[in-house]
């Protein structure tokens, strides 16, 4: 058990979200003694944030399950710079019309997991371009980037892996960090914010963000990090060998995301459950010690409730009932994935590479027909064999369509249109 008293850093810590605390201490007595405002950062890169970045969400969700104030807040501002963390190259620049887009869009995820309003607990969303996109530059300099130590910002991680790999580090990027170290000092001034969270590679930017807050005259600020997260294999979280598990619903549907968790590595299983699920920690220590098969029990548990957190019960339920129907039971299921292709292409025929690709199960030609070679596709659930193999018409089945299979786990049915 962990000796920390207040909710937040316990649940936390016994779910394996903590990696490291500024001041354990100071942050525990300030958790205990009043309701506590704290943040974490997301730049609009995409449209979406995928399942890499649902350890942060998870983070926020329990701060105000445990009675504390979240805030999301959207990069409007630092978007435009862009985070070099860890980058091997700049990221490229994204226009104002683009940022705008990818944070509507992103924002509609958040409501699933917190609840928002005008009360003290209740989550906010805020958008740092509001503050940073009207700076006076001069002035800016003189009142904040004063108090930064060229010495010290080069010695960061983040920058230093960049310089010692003798890669460019623009300018522009070198800002980021006092841009988001001034996020902090703002929240603070806004809101009262006295907690910053993010993954591990945030440490040195959340860390300035305090630094500057002590020199500019805010209360002592606070830094939390999460592990960063990759599969027991080593795989990076949030992607698959079909690309990003994005978390918008309209960007990869409901039955796709509750596989990707459904195909979890066993030993996964435990530390997935206590990280982004809410289910007991005894309900997850019993399905942590299912042994042989029955370990999949808990997969399909864990695939179920991750989903239900984030496309709602009913959707998870109906993705858990496709997935049963189609590998227990062998039939078709009506929610399983569908791409429409016209009539007349398949009329017409169409190499089976060629649909592989354009059904979304290959990247490319040359990747399908190494799927092809090493067995691993099948066509109305009859395996493939000939690379050069034409699909048309013919192939549709009474129900109308033409299953396509990239081994045991990934299905999608081609509809003519």
């Not at 020199?215 to 080593?234: C, F, I, K, V």
């Amino acid at each position: 058990m962990s000796a920390f008293k207040s909710d937040f850093l316990r649940t936390l810590s016994e779910r394996g979200f903590i990696h490291q605390i500024s001041d354990e201490t100071g942050l525990d007595d300030l958790f205990a003694r009043e309701i506590v405002t704290a943040y974490i950062g997301f730049d609009p890169t995409a449209p979406s944030l995928h399942a890499g970045g649902l350890i942060q969400i998870m983070m926020l969700h329990w701060l105000q399950k445990t009675g504390h104030r979240p805030i999301a807040l959207m990069g409007g501002g630092t978007g435009m710079v862009g985070d070099p963390s860890f980058k091997d190259e700049a990221r490229q620049l994204m226009t104002l019309d683009t940022i705008a887009s990818n944070i509507a869009s992103i924002k509609k995820v958040f409501g699933s997991y917190l609840t928002f309003g005008e009360g003290a607990q209740d989550a906010l969303m805020v958008d740092n371009g509001d503050w940073l996109r009207g700076i006076n530059y001069l002035e800016f300099l003189r009142d904040v980037g004063r108090h930064f130590s060229v010495n010290r910002m080069l010695s960061f991680d983040s920058v230093k892996l960049r310089l010692d790999r003798q890669q460019s580090l623009s300018f522009l990027e070198f800002n980021y960090m006092i841009l988001q170290a001034y996020d902090f000092v703002e929240l603070n001034k806004r809101y009262g914010t006295r907690l910053q969270m993010g993954g591990s590679d945030q440490w040195g930017n959340i860390v300035s963000g305090i630094d500057l807050g002590h020199r500019m005259g805010t209360p002592q600020l606070y830094a939390l990090t999460s592990p960063l997260l990759t599969t027991a294999s080593g795989a990076k979280m949030g992607k698959s060998l079909s690309g990003a598990i994005w978390l918008n619903p309209d960007m990869l549907p409901a039955y796709e995301f509750w596989q990707y968790w459904r195909n979890t590595e066993d030993a996964d299983v435990e530390r997935f459950l206590k990280l982004y699920t809410t289910l007991p920690l005894d309900e997850i220590a019993r399905l942590a010690a299912l042994g042989g098969s029955e370990i999949n029990e808990a997969k399909k548990v864990l695939a179920t409730e991750i989903t239900a957190m984030l496309h709602g019960r009913e959707a998870a339920g109906q993705a858990a009932e496709t997935a049963r129907k189609t590998f227990e039971e062998g039939a078709l299921a009506e929610s399983l994935p569908t791409v429409e292709l016209p009539a007349a292409e398949l009329e017409a025929g169409v190499g089976v590479l060629t649909l592989f690709v354009k059904a979304g199960l290959a990247g490319s030609n040359g990747e399908a027909r190494r799927h092809v070679q090493g067995g691993a596709v099948r066509i109305n659930d009859q395996p493939v064999n000939d690379e050069k193999l034409v699909v048309g018409s013919g192939d549709v089945t009474d129900d109308g369509v033409i299953k396509l299979s990239l081994g045991k786990k990934k299905h999608i049915l081609v509809r003519p249109a």
